[in-house]
């Protein structure tokens, strides 16, 4: 609490003891009125009766009415004086806040000035970074362009793999990052899980879900879950996605997307989709194509509801043997259906020669004769 604050109670204290002492003034200046009017009937009858006796007791009576109307005006005058003091003290507490409230005016714009100043040492600041940053983009776009030669044999098996895709369950790695605990990742989670649980290939469909993923975990899950479709759900700008840094504070860490692209085409059996659940991350999608043939992206920024929405119904699509295609159609038709806005925002690109129309992550391996 501040000495303004402080000084403001005090105040309301004193009025609040004044407005009492007035009010026992009141009460006082009434009974010693009632106490002088009384004397005064008792010295008039005294004076009009003519039994003696009757005189003497009014005379009496009349001088013990004036003995407590003389009371009472002690009273009074005690209360004066304690209303005085009172009267006092609240000049002295409003002398006290108007020095308080000015030191903390000037405490606030010395404050002000700081922060002021600080604003413009951390725009410098950042200023610099992003100087760095475009210096390390540079390198890494070199570093992508050695990668692109290194991966195009690669790819073109990948490509060939998605013309025949494998009797096998699809594994899907499903990263999730909210350091600031602002996106509904879980309820997404949960939703996509009970819509593939409800699909026509459940059986074939593996989900492994990442919670709070750092970038650790996912070469972790790369080399060890090998999936074939990498999701992530969180926060990302057309450069960036935001994976979470590991600390019991939960802050977030930055992963240029050409990094994230190098980390899944370093593997063996890189993945043949990317799903980015984030905002604007269709901005920057085609560098995946140097590791993996297709990729989706939101063109804008997503809502938490539009973003659940879209996860749930292409995954259930995918899962019911759609192509990816019409996985992604399917989804946006839900999307609109639903009355959301985001309904145009998923985006896929692919590499040449790949038609997502015609692609298909699930199949089923049940023999013709056994259907």
Known sequence: MGKSDD?????????KKRAAVEADISKAEKRKGG??????????????????????MYLRQAETARNAAASEQKKLAALASKRADLS???????????????????SAAR????????AETARRANERQRQQDRLEQQRHQAAVANQLARTEGRLGAQIA?????????????????????????????????????????????????????????????VTSFRPHV????????????????GSLEGAHRSLPISTFMEALSAADEPPQLVVLNACESAENLQPLLAGV???????????????????????????????????????????????????DLPT???????????VRLVVNDTPESER
Do not use: C
């Open 35 to 56: 106490k002088d009017a009384e004397a005064a009937s008792k010295a008039a009858r005294a004076a009009s009766t003519k039994s003696d006796s009757s005189r003497r």
């Open 230 to 245: 990498v999701h992530f759900s969180g926060h990302a700008n057309a450069d960036e996605l935001f994976f979470d840094d």
């Open 111 to 118: 404050q002000a000035d700081k922060d002021r100043r600080d």
């Open 88 to 106: 006092k003290q609240e000049a002295t507490v409003n002398r006290d806040l108007n020095t308080a409230i000015q030191r903390e005016n000037a």
């Open 293 to 343: 043939p297709i990729a989706i992206g939101m063109k804008a920024s997503v809502g938490d509801a539009d973003a659940i929405t879209f996860a749930t119904r292409f995954y259930r699509a995918v899962a019911d043997g759609q192509s990816v295609q019409g996985a992604l159609a399917l989804a946006s038709a839900d999307m609109k259906m639903n009355g959301l806005d985001d309904y």
């Open 348 to 358: 896929i690109v692919t590499a040449d020669d790949i038609n997502p129309a015609s």
């Open 161 to 221: 793999a998605l013309r025949e895709p494998k009797a096998e369950p699809l594994r899907i790695l499903y990263g999730t990052a909210t350091p600031d605990g602002d996106l509904r990742v879980n309820q997404e989670i949960r939703r996509v899980e009970a819509a593939v649980r409800s699909a026509v290939h459940r059986d074939q469909v593996l989900i492994q879900h990442a919670p709070d993923i750092t970038s650790g975990d996912l070469l972790d899950y």
């Open 7 to 15: 000084a403001r109670r005090k105040l309301a204290e004193l009025a």
